[in-house]
C-alpha cells in the first residue's frame, strides 16, 4: 500500500470535489440547518408567551418585562399596528401605556387598562401576560403585597431545546460530509467508469477505498466542527471535542465506504442513503425527547457517535466520560471496514469481467 | 398507406410509456409508497388536541381553605353578608387555562412536584399516589396527571390575609425546567388572590371582557397539531412528486430516448403534453389518496380543496420540466430539485408557527396554495375568502409551467 498514491487519488477528489453538488450540498448543510433548526425550530419547541408594548411615557412595566426571560417583547410604537399583531396573532396580546401611566397608578387615579389578548392565544399564555402585568402595576403602586411567596425549585432546569438540536445538526453534517460525498464520489466514479480505469494504473482498490475514506473523514470533520462552533458548543475542551469528532468522522465515512461500494448506480445510492435515512437519524431523538427510555438510542450505531460529542462538546464532560462509546465506535468502524473490504474485492472482480 | 394516428391517441400512448417508466423506477416508486402509508399514520400519531392550560397542584383543598376560613372569620366577629363574600372567592374561578388539582397534604404535594410520587387518576376520577420506589404498582385504567407547578398556602391563608396577618408565606414548588414566565405568573397569582382577599381593588380599571379579545376567540378551539399538519402533508405529498417526475423527464432527456420517441408520429407538444397531464395526475392521486386517509374534507368544502390541489399538481409539474430539462445526472438533477423545492417548502413550515407570515414567504409561489389549504382545512374558508389567494396562485402557475415547458422544449428541440 502507497501513501503517495492514496494521497494522489485524495488530492484529486479534493481538487474536484467542489464540482459537484453534492459536495456543495454538505458545506452548505449545516449552515442552513443551523439558521432553520435554531432561529426557526428553537422557537417552535421553546413557545414564549408574545407580549407587544406600545409605550408612550417610559413606563417602568416595559422595562420590568425586557427582563424577563420567559416573555417575548416586541416594541410597537402605534397602538394600531399593535393590535392588528394581536388579532392576525404575531402577538399574544398587546399594552398599551400612555404617558403618564406610572404617575397615574402612583398617585391613585385608577388609568384604565389598555391590555388586549389575540383570539388564537392560549388561555395559559393570556393567564401568565395578564397576571404579570397586573402584579407590575402593583408594583408601581407601591403597596406592599399580603403575603410573601417563596419558589422552591426542584432538579436541575432542562436544556433549552436551541442546544438539544445541536445532535440533530452535526449528524447532518457527519452524514452529508461522511457517508453522502465519499460514497456517491465513489459510485459516480463506477457510473462514469473511472473507477475502472484508475484500477488498471498501480493504483489498488485499496487505495482507492481508503483515499475516499480520508475524503469522508476530513471533510466531516471539518463541517461537523464548523457546526458546533456555529453553535456554540466547541468549548474550551477543544482538542478532546477534535478527538471525538475524529472516531465520529471515521465511523460516518466507512459507512459511506460501504454504501458506495455496494451500490451500483447513483439512484441505489440515494436509495440506501434515503431507506437507512430514519435508521441513522433515530438517536439523535433521543436529545429532542430526553424523557424516553434513553437506552432505545443505543440500539442504532451512530449513537456511539453521537452520545461522545453531546457528552465532551455540549456538556463538556473529558473523555474518561465517553470512552466506552469510543471504544464501540471505533469497534463499528473495524467491522464495518472489514466488510467494505470484502465487497469491494467482489466489485473489483466484477469489474474485472465486464 | 395507414391513416394517420390522432393527438388524443399519441399522448394515450405516451402516457402508457410514462406509467410503465414509472413503475420500473423503484427508487421513486419506493419512496411513493413509503410518503402514502408514513402519511397517515404520521397524521394519526399526532396530537388531536391543544392542551392551554396550566397543571396547578394546590394545597389545602380550595372549599376546605374556605371552610377554615369561615369559622376563623366567625370567631373574629366578621358579619353575615362578608362571609358570604367567601363563597365568590375561588383562586381559579373564571380563569380558563388553569386547571386545579388539589393534595391531601402539603408533603404530597411537593412529592409529585419533585418527582419522587407520581399521581394517577382512575377512570372514576379517583386520584391515586404510587410511590415507584416503594414498589407500588401502575393503576389500572387510569391515566397520569402531571402539574406543571404547585402552590402550598397555610392552613389560615384566606383569614389571615383577611386579618391583616404580617408573617403570611406561601409556597411555590417548581421543577428548575419550568418556564421562567410561568413561576413568576404564578407567584403573581398568588400575590393578586391575597390582594383581592384583602380588599384591596386593581390600580388601574381593567377594560371590559368583550373589548380585550380582538379576532375570533379560538379559546378551547384552538388549532391542533394535526390540523396543521394536514396541509403540510398534501403539500409535501405534491412536492415529492416533483423528485420522481423530474427523475423521470431527466432520464428521458440523458437517455435521449426522446429523440426515439419524436422519430414517431409523436410531436413536441405530444410529449410535453403528456408529460403535463401525467405529472399532474400522479401527484393529484397521490394527494387525494392522502386526503381520503387524513380527512378534512367536507360537503362545503371539497370543491375549492379540488381546485387547490390542481393548481398545486400543475405548478409542481411545471418545476418538475424544469428541473428535469436542466439536470445532468441523477445526482445533479437531484441537486436541482432540492434547489428549487426548499425555498417552496418554506411557506408549508410556517404554517407550524403562530402568526402570519413573513412578506418575502407570501411571495413564494408556493404560499397561496399553503394558505388556501391552511385557511380551508383549520379555519372554515370559503371560495369568497380563497379567491384572492387563488388569483395569485394562478399566475405564478402560469408563470412556472410555461419555464418548464420552455425550458423541456428548448432541451428536447437542441438533442
Same mark, same amino acid.
Given at each position: 500500500m502507497s501513501l503517495s498514491r492514496i494521497w494522489k487519488v485524495l488530492r484529486k477528489d479534493l481538487a474536484l470535489g467542489p464540482r459537484s453538488s453534492i459536495f456543495l450540498w454538505a458545506i452548505v448543510l449545516p449552515f442552513a440547518l443551523t439558521l432553520i433548526l435554531q432561529v426557526a425550530f428553537g422557537s417552535l419547541f421553546d413557545p414564549k408567551p408574545r407580549l407587544g408594548i406600545v409605550d408612550d411615557g417610559d413606563s417602568s412595566i416595559t422595562a420590568a418585562i425586557s427582563d424577563m426571560d420567559g416573555i417575548e417583547l416586541t416594541l410597537l410604537d402605534d397602538a394600531g399596528e399593535m393590535k392588528a399583531q394581536v388579532e392576525a396573532n404575531d402577538l399574544d396580546a398587546g399594552l398599551i401605556l400612555p404617558q403618564g401611566f406610572d404617575e397615574a397608578v402612583r398617585n391613585g387615579d385608577r388609568p384604565a387598562l389598555q391590555f388586549f389578548v389575540g383570539g388564537e392565544s392560549y388561555a395559559s399564555n393570556r393567564i401568565i401576560l395578564t397576571v404579570t402585568a397586573v402584579d407590575l402595576i402593583r408594583e408601581i403602586e407601591g403597596s406592599e403585597a399580603p403575603v410573601t411567596v417563596d419558589v422552591v425549585s426542584f432538579g436541575e432546569a432542562g436544556l433549552p431545546m436551541s442546544r438539544r438540536l445541536i445532535p440533530v445538526i452535526v449528524f447532518y453534517a457527519l452524514v452529508m460530509a461522511g457517508l453522502f460525498v465519499p460514497g456517491s464520489n465513489l459510485v459516480e466514479e463506477k457510473e462514469q467508469g473511472t473507477l475502472m480505469s484508475l484500477l488498471v494504473t498501480p493504483v489498488k482498490a485499496s487505495e482507492v477505498l481508503i483515499a475516499k475514506w480520508l475524503l469522508g473523514v476530513v471533510l466531516s470533520v471539518v463541517l461537523a466542527s464548523a457546526s458546533l462552533a456555529l453553535n456554540g458548543a466547541?468549548?474550551?475542551?477543544w482538542a478532546q471535542v477534535l478527538v471525538v469528532i475524529l472516531v465520529a468522522g471515521a465511523l460516518s465515512s466507512v459507512l459511506g465506504i460501504l454504501a458506495g461500494v455496494y451500490a451500483k448506480d447513483s439512484s441505489i445510492m440515494f436509495a440506501i442513503v434515503k431507506g437507512s435515512g430514519i435508521f441513522l437519524f433515530a438517536p439523535t431523538l433521543f436529545y429532542i425527547f430526553p424523557e424516553w427510555p434513553q437506552w432505545i438510542a443505543k440500539i442504532f450505531p451512530l449513537y456511539w457517535i453521537i452520545e461522545p460529542i453531546w457528552q465532551v462538546s455540549v456538556m463538556g464532560e473529558g473523555l474518561g466520560a465517553v470512552w466506552v462509546e469510543l471504544v464501540v465506535a471505533l469497534g463499528i468502524t473495524a467491522a464495518l471496514g472489514a466488510a467494505a473490504w470484502w465487497l469491494a474485492k467482489r466489485m473489483q472482480a466484477q469489474m474485472a469481467g465486464q | 398507406m395507414s391513416r394517420p394516428t390522432s393527438r388524443p391517441a399519441i399522448i394515450r400512448a405516451l402516457l402508457k410509456k410514462e406509467l410503465t417508466a414509472y413503475s420500473r423506477d423503484l427508487v421513486f416508486l419506493g419512496l411513493t409508497l413509503v410518503v402514502l402509508i408514513a402519511a397517515p399514520f404520521l397524521f394519526h400519531a399526532l396530537p388531536d388536541s391543544v392542551d392551554e392550560s396550566i397543571t396547578l397542584g394546590v394545597y389545602p383543598a380550595i372549599p376546605e381553605m374556605i371552610g377554615d376560613a369561615r369559622e376563623a372569620l366567625a370567631e373574629m366577629g366578621a358579619t353575615e353578608e362578608q362571609l358570604a363574600?367567601? /363563597? $365568590?372567592?375561588?383562586?381559579?374561578?373564571?380563569?380558563?387555562?388553569l386547571a386545579l388539582i388539589e393534595f391531601e397534604s402539603e408533603e404530597r404535594l411537593r412529592g409529585v412536584i419533585e418527582g419522587s410520587l407520581e399521581l394517577w387518576r382512575t377512570e372514576s376520577g379517583e386520584m391515586v399516589y404510587r410511590d415507584k420506589e416503594a414498589g407500588d404498582k401502575k393503576p389500572e385504567d387510569a391515566e397520569r396527571v402531571e402539574p406543571d407547578i404547585g402552590v402550598a398556602f397555610p392552613s389560615d391563608f384566606i383569614a389571615g390575609v383577611a386579618a391583616g396577618k404580617d408573617d403570611l408565606t406561601v409556597t411555590v414548588y417548581s421543577q428548575a425546567g419550568i418556564g421562567e414566565e410561568i413561576q413568576t405568573a404564578m407567584k403573581s397569582f398568588v400575590r393578586e388572590a391575597a390582594y383581592q382577599i384583602a380588599g384591596r381593588e386593581l390600580p388601574v380599571g381593567m377594560p371590559d371582557e368583550d373589548t380585550?379579545?380582538?379576532? /375570533? $376567540?379560538?379559546?378551547?378551539d384552538q388549532v391542533t397539531m394535526q390540523e396543521r399538519m394536514r396541509p403540510l402533508l398534501l403539500f409535501m405529498v405534491l412536492l415529492m412528486e416533483t423528485f420522481s417526475m423530474a427523475s423521470l423527464v431527466s432520464t428521458e432527456v440523458l437517455q435521449r430516448t426522446v429523440t426515439a420517441v419524436l422519430v414517431t408520429p409523436a410531436k413536441v407538444g405530444d410529449f410535453l403534453a403528456a408529460k403535463t397531464i401525467f405529472g399532474t395526475l400522479m401527484s393529484l392521486s397521490q394527494a387525494l389518496i392522502i386526503l381520503v386517509f387524513i380527512g378534512g374534507v367536507t360537503s362545503a368544502n371539497w370543491s375549492l380543496i379540488l381546485t387547490v390541489l390542481v393548481m398545486g399538481a400543475i405548478m409542481f409539474t411545471g418545476i418538475a420540466l424544469f428541473v428535469g430539462a436542466a439536470g445532468k445526472d441523477f445526482m445533479g438533477q437531484l441537486f436541482y430539485a432540492m434547489l428549487f423545492t426548499i425555498p417552496l417548502l418554506i411557506p408549508a413550515i410556517s404554517v407550524m408557527f403562530p402568526g402570519s407570515a413573513a412578506p418575502w414567504v407570501k411571495a413564494l409561489p408556493s404560499y397561496p396554495i399553503i394558505k388556501v389549504l391552511v385557511d380551508t382545512t383549520a379555519y372554515g374558508g370559503t371560495w369568497g375568502d380563497a379567491w384572492g389567494s387563488l388569483a395569485y396562485a394562478a399566475l405564478w402557475l402560469v408563470v412556472l409551467y410555461f419555464a418548464g415547458l420552455f425550458a423541456l422544449k428548448r432541451k428536447v428541440e437542441t438533442l
Open positions: 466547541f468549548g474550551a475542551n | 363574600e367567601l /363563597d $365568590d372567592i375561588d383562586l381559579a374561578a373564571g380563569e380558563e387555562g380585550i379579545v380582538l379576532g /375570533d $376567540d379560538r379559546m378551547g
